[in-house]
């Protein structure tokens, strides 16, 4: 059956008026035609299509409509740019396409433009341990999207930490694939380029193994420990008599010094972690109910945020040397 095209003389005249830059949605109106067809006409005639170009002013000025609110559909009406394409420019150069405009789920994109309380800092602190923030896709020139997952039975923590972004978006629990089939997860994908720029600015690490203990620089002193507790939940585990902490050498560095300057404890050697693949990974141990209860009183004292299951775990470990204060987990 042979294909559907329109006469000869009609495909050159479209050539003639494509060739003086007339657009294929004006040239479909005039004679009352297809895409499709208009577009065979084109190969027919060995005419190669246009990519259209457009002015660096044009994106401006539709980027800026478009951060103003304009609706899609108006947008690509005014300025006959396809909204993929204005997209691609507003990620090509680092403008916040995921600033809210549009936006399904909504919360406090300023949360972590200062760390001024103990319970941001904590959250920074578990999110070093549990969270990344990375790219959406190639387009982007900076990272937008930051991510959180933990076990489910911990699911607890995600869900407090999006109250505290007075965030609306989704948990979603999943087994996944390889190693931990058998563990069923929990996550969160939050994208804002303003919280993860903020988060980067005050020490975050794209990657884990690029991790220091430069944090601490951008951390008050006596938000130390919220810190600290924050990444003990994230990354840290509380065994017969035993705590420890899975860390970046550098960074477990630093935090072995503050433990030893705020709860008068011991040098203790770093271990290298044995897994392969981890070869930058170490363990800072304490034991002892004596060192433990040093930790839990720095760590816990006056905190409104942390981990039941494991400040219940740390309690039952120093419970027979606990006679004077008793600290009860959040509601």
């Known amino acids: ?76 009406e005014k300025h006959g740019i396809s909204f993929v394409s204005i997209c691609k420019y507003m990620r090509q150069n680092g403008i916040d396409y995921y600033s809210g405009h549009g936006r399904k789920h909504h919360f406090n994109q300023d ?34 999207r930051l991510r959180l997952n933990c076990s489910k039975k911990d699911r607890y923590l995600i869900e407090k930490f999006l109250e505290a972004l007075e965030c609306d978006t989704e948990i979603t629990d999943y087994i996944p694939k390889g190693t931990y089939a058998q563990n069923e997860m929990s996550k ?13 600015k005050n020490g975050f690490r794209l990657l884990k193994k690029d991790s220091t203990g430069d944090v601490f620089n951008h951390i008050d002193k006596k938000f130390h420990r ?50 392969k693949g981890y070869g930058s990974l170490v363990t800072l141990t304490y034991g002892g109910r004596l060192q433990l209860i040093k930790i839990f009183n720095y760590l816990y004292e006056d905190a409104k945020i942390f981990l039941p299951r494991k400040h219940e775990r740390f309690m039952k470990e120093i419970a027979p040397s606990v006679t004077k204060r008793t600290i009860s987990s959040p509601q």
């Open 1 to 76: 059956m042979a294909k559907k095209q329109l006469p000869i003389e009609v495909e050159i005249a479209i050539v003639a008026d494509y060739n003086n830059e007339m657009s294929i949605k004006q040239i479909i109106e005039k004679y009352n035609t297809s895409q499709r067809l208009v577009y065979r006409a084109l190969e027919n005639q060995n005419v190669s299509r246009k990519a259209k170009r457009f002015s660096e002013e044009q994106y401006k000025n539709a980027t800026n409509d478009y951060i103003k609110g304009m609706s899609m559909e108006k947008l690509v």
């Open 111 to 144: 949360y972590f433009q200062e760390l001024d309380s103990p319970e941001k800092v904590y959250w920074f602190g578990y999110l070093y341990a549990d969270g990344s923030i990375n790219k959406v896709n190639t387009y982007d020139v900076v990272p937008v």
């Open 188 to 200: 969160v994908s939050i994208n804002s380029k303003k919280l993860c720029d903020d988060l980067t």
């Open 226 to 275: 919220d810190f600290i507790r924050g990444y003990f939940d994230g990354d840290g585990s509380i065994t017969t008599s035993q705590m420890f902490f899975t860390v970046e050498e550098c960074l477990g560095i630093k935090i072995q010094e503050i433990l030893m300057q705020s709860c008068q404890l011991n040098k203790t050697s770093l271990r290298k972690y044995e897994d």
